[in-house]
C-alpha cells in the first residue's frame, strides 16, 4: 500500500469544497464539503454515478465553472499555494502550464480546423519561454511519446485526419505539453472503442509515472479505477462517500454505497456473484432527502442516518462517511 | 389526379379550437410578460383598425376631387391654411389633399396588398410543398429546384421581374386597374418558397408514420390524411413565416410602389405616398414625407418585432 | 474536389440555361417586339421581312438557341426604348453599380464581421444590447427610407454630402471611377451606407449567433483549459469556425447587394444598371430586362459558385471527404 501522499506535500489539496448553483428555484449543491488529496506520482480516481459533482469538483479546480456556478466555500491548493483566489488572468496562466486537461471526448475536443501541430506549438508558446521552431521540435517529440506513428509528418494533419483513439493521445499530448504537475483527465475514455480504452489507460499512466505528474482521473466506470488508481474517491449526491486506496475500497468497502456499486460491477477478480443493482436512483440535487443522502437506498439505515447528514471526510482523516460502515470481519 | 389544393379558410380555420387552446395558456401568459410584443401589437392593431374604417376615421376622401381645394395646397400641419383658413392635422400635400387622410387610405392599400400577398404566398406554398412532400418523384424534384433557384436570386428582384412581364402582357389602357393585383401576385410568388419548404419537411415526416398506411388500410385518401394531420402540425412554424412575411411583404410594397413599379399615383399606397413627399423634401414641405414615412416605419417594425417574439414564442428551434 | 466542382458548374449551367429560357419568353412573348420595332405605319411585307430578320419564323427551340448564342456573344438586341444596342448602354452603366457595390460590401463584411464578434463576446454587455436592439430596427428599415433619411440629414440639413449623382468621374479606358476625385467620393458615402446597412445588419447578427453557437463548442472549452489567452480562444478558435458558415450568406448577400443597388441607384438618381432596370420596367423595355435578368443571374450563379469553392479552402474537413476515395 502506497503511502506517499502522506508523506510528502500533496501537488492539490481540495477542502471542504462546495459549489453551488443558484437558480430560480433556489441553490443547488453539485459539490458539497469535498476535501481530499492527491501526492506526485499519485493517480486518483475520482467515481461515481453521473450527477454526483465529480466533473464539477474537477471544473473547479480548473477555475471553469460555467456561470452561475460557482465556488462557495472551501479551499482548493496547488503546491500548497492558493489558487481558488486567484486573478482570471493568473488562473488562465495555470491553466495548461500546472494544470493539464484531458476532456471526454476526443472528437469535439480538438479544433477541427487547425492542424494538431500549431494546436500543440500555441498551447507551449502561450505557457513556455521558447521559440517557435523549438515549439515545434516539442510538438513532434510530444505526439511521438504519446505514441502518435510518424509523429515528424503527422504533426501538420487535421484532427480529423487522426481516429478517436489516436485524437485523444493527441488531447494528451496537448495536456502535456507544458510539463504539469497535475492532470486532471475527466472521463478520458468513456468516449472510445473499448479494445483503445485499456491504451489510453495504459499510456495515461505510464507518462505521469515518469514525469511524477498527479492526476485526478474521475470516471464512472470501476473497471478504469480498478486498472488506473492508486487511491480512489467515492462520490455521492455531491459528498464524498469513502476514499482509500483502491485495492482496500475495492475488495472490502466499508461505506453501504460503495459496496452496493462494487455489487453491481463485473469485476474478474469478484468471482461469479450475481450482480445486484442498488435499489432506487440518486436523487436529484433540488430534491435531497433529509439525513444521509443515501439513507433512502441504504440496506443498513438506521434512525440516525434520517436525521443526521453524517460524519464527513476531512484531511483525509476516516475513510468512510457513514455512521454505520460495514464491519468487514462481519461481512467477510 | 387528386386534387390537392384547399380552399383558403380551410387553411386558417382547421385547427382553430387548438390555437384558442393555446392562447389561454402559456402563450397568453408569455405574451403578457413581453413588453415589446405587447406594444408591437397595440400598434398593429391601431395601424390596421385606422386602415380598415379609414373611410369612418378620415376627414376627406383623398380619391374624391370634388372635396380637393387647389388653395389648401401645402398647408402646414397643426396650421390654419393661409388662404383659405382651413387647418389640418398632418397638413395636405401640394394638390390640397390632406395627408393624414391620404395616409388611412394609403394604409389599406398597403396592408391589403401585404396581406393577400402573404396569402397567395402561403397557400401556394402549403400546396407545392404538400404536393412535393406527398407525391415526391419528379414533382418533388421540379418543386424542389425551382425553389432552389428562385432562392438564388432576392425575392424583391422575382417580384419586379414579374411585374415588368406582367406589366408587358397587360394592355396600356389596363395597366393602372390591373397595378394592384399584379402586385399582389407579383410578391406572392416572391415569397412561396419558405412556406413549401416548411411544409415539405413536416410532410416527408409524417408521411412515413404508421397511422398513414393504417388510414390508407382502411380506405381513406392519402391526400385527405396529409391535410387533416400536417397542417395543424405546421400551424406554428406557418403562422411565423407569415407574420415575418407581412412584414417583408409591406417592405415589398412599399419599395416597389416608391420605386414607381407598384401602386399607382390615382390610388397611393404608402410606398407611393413617401416617393411623392420625396420631391418636396428640399422645399422644405417636411411634413408631406414625414408621416407616411414615419407610418410606414411603425407598421414595418411593429409586425417585425411581433413575428420576432412569436417565432421565439411558438418556435423556439427557428430562433 | 474536381468531380464535386464540375457538378456544381453543371448545376449553374442549367440554372443559367433555365433564366436564359425566361429571358428569351420575355422577348419571344412580352409584347410582340415586330410591333415594337416598326411604328403605327407598316406594311404586311415590313412585318415579314422583320421577322424573318429576327428569325420568328424558325422553330421554338432554334430561335432560343440563336437567342443563347447572342446572349453569350453579348449581344441582347436593342434597347425599345433608346435604340441602342442594350450591350452597349449596359457597359457604359455597369461600373458605377460596381464600384457602389464593392464599397458596400466592403462596408458590409467589414463592420458587419466586426459587431457581431464583439456583440458574440460582450453578450450581456451594455454596449452589445444596444446594438442588438438598433440591429433589428436596422432590419426593418426599408432601405429606401435609409437612403431618403440619410439625404435629409447630410444633405438637406446639414448640407455636408450631394443627395444625387456620382459627382464628378474620370475615363479610364472604358470605365468610368468616381473613386479619382473629391465628388466621386463624396457623392459615393451617402449611396454605399444606404446599400450597405441593410446587409451589414444581416451578417452582424448571422455572426454573433454562429459565434456564440461556436464558443459553446468542446474544443472551445478545451482551448480555454491550455490556459490560451482570451485573445487567441476569441479569434483563433472561435472566429475561424464561425466564419465557415457566414461565408454562404455573406456570399449571398454579396449577390443581394447588386440587386438591392436597383433601390439605391433610384433614391441616389445613381446612374448604375439598377437605375436602367428601373426605367426599363416602367416603359416596357423588355431587352434591357431580359439583358439585365441575363447578366444578374451569370454575377449570382458565379458568386455561388466561388463560395462554394470557398468553403474547400476554410474547412480541411470538407477537402479530404471529396478528395479521398469513397
Known amino acids: 500500500m502506497k503511502q506517499t501522499h502522506i508523506m510528502t506535500t500533496p501537488i492539490l489539496s481540495i477542502r471542504n469544497l462546495t459549489v453551488d448553483i443558484p437558480t430560480r428555484h433556489g441553490v443547488l449543491r453539485p459539490v458539497n464539503g469535498v476535501s481530499y488529496d492527491v501526492a506526485a506520482g499519485e493517480i486518483l480516481g475520482v467515481v461515481g454515478e453521473s450527477g454526483a459533482g465529480k466533473s464539477m469538483a474537477g471544473n473547479a479546480v480548473i477555475g471553469l465553472l460555467n456561470p452561475p456556478a460557482h465556488i462557495a466555500s472551501g479551499e482548493i491548493l496547488l503546491n500548497g499555494q492558493r489558487i481558488d483566489t486567484l486573478p482570471r488572468d493568473e488562473m488562465r496562466r495555470l491553466r495548461g502550464k500546472q494544470i493539464g486537461v484531458v476532456f471526454q471526448d476526443p472528437l469535439t475536443s480538438l479544433n477541427p480546423l487547425l492542424r494538431i501541430g500549431d494546436q500543440l506549438t500555441e498551447t507551449m508558446l502561450a505557457h513556455l519561454d521558447i521559440s517557435p521552431s523549438e515549439a515545434r521540435k516539442r510538438a513532434i517529440a510530444a505526439l511521438e511519446e504519446v505514441g502518435i506513428p510518424g509523429a515528424a509528418q503527422r504533426v501538420d494533419s487535421y484532427p480529423h485526419e487522426f481516429s478517436g483513439g489516436m485524437r485523444q493521445r493527441v488531447v494528451i499530448a496537448l495536456a502535456l505539453c507544458a510539463e504539469p504537475s497535475l492532470i486532471i483527465a475527466d472521463e478520458p475514455t468513456t468516449a472510445l472503442d473499448v479494445s483503445v480504452q485499456a491504451q489510453i489507460i495504459a499510456l495515461l499512466k505510464r507518462l505521469c509515472r515518469e514525469r511524477g505528474t498527479a492526476v485526478m482521473l474521475i470516471t464512472h466506470d470501476m473497471g478504469v479505477i480498478a486498472e488506473a488508481a492508486d487511491r480512489v474517491a467515492v462520490m455521492y449526491a455531491g459528498q464524498l462517500a469513502e476514499i482509500g486506496p483502491v485495492r482496500e475500497v475495492l475488495a472490502a468497502p466499508i461505506h453501504p454505497y460503495t459496496d452496493g456499486l462494487m455489487g453491481s460491477t463485473p469485476l474478474a477478480s469478484r468471482g461469479k456473484d450475481r450482480l445486484h443493482q442498488i435499489p432506487g436512483a440518486m436523487p436529484r440535487l433540488d430534491a435531497l432527502p433529509p439525513g444521509c443522502a443515501f439513507h433512502p437506498r441504504c440496506p443498513y439505515t438506521q434512525d440516525d442516518c434520517r436525521a443526521d447528514p453524517g460524519p464527513r471526510i476531512e484531511d483525509g482523516a476516516g475513510r468512510a462517511a457513514c455512521f454505520h460502515p460495514i464491519s468487514r470481519t462481519e461481512v467477510a | ?319 | ?326
Open chain 2, 1 to 319: 389526379m387528386v386534387d390537392m389544393r384547399l380552399p383558403p379558410e380551410e387553411l386558417v380555420t382547421g385547427d382553430r379550437s387548438r390555437l384558442a387552446l393555446a392562447l389561454q395558456s402559456d402563450f397568453a401568459y408569455q405574451f403578457r410578460r413581453a413588453p415589446v410584443a405587447v406594444v408591437s401589437f397595440a400598434v398593429t392593431l391601431v395601424l390596421v383598425l385606422g386602415a380598415l374604417f379609414a373611410p369612418l376615421i378620415a376627414p376627406f376622401d383623398p380619391f374624391d376631387p370634388a372635396s380637393l381645394n387647389l388653395m389648401n395646397g401645402f398647408s402646414r400641419p397643426m396650421t390654419p391654411n393661409a388662404f383659405t383658413g382651413d387647418s389640418f392635422w398632418l397638413g395636405t400635400d401640394d394638390q390640397g389633399r390632406d395627408v393624414f387622410s391620404t395616409i388611412l387610405y394609403g394604409m389599406r392599400i398597403s396592408l391589403f396588398v401585404g396581406a393577400s400577398a402573404v396569402l397567395f404566398a402561403m397557400v401556394l406554398g402549403i400546396t407545392l410543398g404538400l404536393l412535393a412532400g406527398y407525391v415526391g418523384g419528379w414533382t418533388e424534384t421540379i418543386i424542389m429546384r425551382v425553389a432552389d433557384v428562385q432562392l438564388t436570386f432576392p425575392s424583391i428582384l422575382v417580384a419586379m421581374l414579374i411585374f415588368g412581364i406582367a406589366k408587358g402582357i397587360t394592355p396600356v389602357e389596363y395597366r393602372d386597374q390591373m397595378a394592384i393585383w399584379v402586385l399582389i401576385i407579383a410578391i406572392g410568388l416572391s415569397d412561396w418558397v419558405q412556406f413549401a419548404r416548411v411544409v415539405r419537411g413536416a410532410t416527408l415526416v409524417e408521411k412515413n408514420k404508421e397511422y398513414v398506411a393504417a388510414a390508407r388500410l382502411i380506405g381513406r385518401s392519402g391526400p385527405a390524411i396529409m391535410v387533416r394531420h400536417i397542417l395543424p402540425n405546421v400551424l406554428s412554424p406557418v403562422l411565423v413565416i407569415a407574420t415575418i412575411s407581412l412584414a417583408l411583404a409591406i417592405i415589398a410594397e412599399a419599395t416597389l410602389s416608391f420605386l414607381g413599379v407598384g401602386a399607382p399615383a390615382t390610388k397611393p399606397s404608402l410606398g407611393t405616398l413617401i416617393r411623392i413627399g420625396q420631391d418636396f423634401m428640399f422645399s422644405g414641405e417636411w411634413w408631406i414625407l414625414f408621416f407616411p414615412a414615419a407610418t410606414l416605419l411603425a407598421l414595418a417594425l411593429s409586425v417585425n418585432l411581433l413575428g420576432d417574439w412569436l417565432r421565439d414564442a411558438l418556435n423556439p428551434r427557428l430562433r
Open chain 3, 1 to 326: 474536389m474536381l468531380a464535386y466542382t464540375l457538378q456544381r458548374i453543371f448545376q449553374s449551367a442549367i440554372v443559367l440555361l433555365v433564366v436564359g429560357l425566361v429571358a428569351f419568353s420575355m422577348f419571344r412573348f412580352v409584347g410582340d417586339p415586330v410591333d415594337n420595332m416598326l411604328g403605327q405605319e407598316r406594311t404586311i411585307e415590313d412585318v415579314e421581312r422583320l421577322r424573318g430578320q429576327l428569325g420568328l419564323d424558325q422553330p421554338f427551340v432554334v430561335q432560343y438557341f440563336r437567342f443563347l448564342e447572342g446572349a453569350v456573344q453579348g449581344n441582347f438586341g436593342v434597347s425599345y426604348r433608346q435604340g441602342r444596342p442594350v450591350a452597349e448602354i449596359l457597359l457604359e452603366r455597369a461600373p458605377a453599380t460596381l464600384e457602389l457595390a464593392a464599397v458596400s460590401g466592403f462596408l458590409a463584411i467589414g463592420f458587419g464581421i466586426a459587431l457581431g464578434v464583439f456583440t458574440a463576446i460582450r453578450r450581456s454587455g451594455f454596449a452589445a444590447n444596444a446594438i442588438m436592439t438598433v440591429s433589428l430596427i436596422g432590419v426593418s428599415l426599408p432601405t429606401f427610407l435609409i437612403g431618403i433619411l440619410l439625404i435629409y440629414l447630410f444633405s438637406v440639413e446639414l448640407g455636408w454630402l450631394p443627395s444625387f449623382g456620382r459627382g464628378e468621374t474620370v475615363k479610364i479606358g472604358n470605365w468610368s471611377t468616381g473613386f479619382l476625385t473629391e465628388s466621386g467620393l463624396k457623392a459615393l458615402i451617402l449611396p454605399a451606407i444606404t446599400l450597405g446597412l441593410y446587409q451589414m445588419t444581416l451578417i452582424m447578427r448571422l455572426v454573433r449567433s454562429e459565434m456564440l453557437e461556436v464558443l459553446r463548442q468542446d474544443y472551445i472549452r478545451f482551448a480555454r483549459a491550455r490556459g490560451l489567452r482570451e485573445r487567441a480562444v476569441n479569434f483563433r478558435h472561435a472566429l475561424k469556425n464561425t466564419l465557415v458558415p457566414v461565408i454562404t450568406v455573406t456570399g449571398l448577400q454579396l449577390g443581394s447587394i447588386i440587386a438591392f443597388a436597383i433601390i439605391t441607384e433610384t433614391v441616389f438618381q445613381w446612374p448604375g444598371v439598377g437605375l436602367l432596370f428601373i426605367n426599363a420596367i416602367q416603359f416596357v423595355d423588355i431587352p434591357v430586362m431580359a439583358a439585365y435578368l441575363m447578366l444578374i443571374s451569370v454575377m449570382f450563379v458565379g458568386i455561388n459558385l466561388i463560395v462554394d469553392m470557398l468553403y474547400f479552402a476554410i474547412d480541411p474537413r470538407l477537402r479530404a471527404d471529396r478528395t479521398g476515395a469513397h
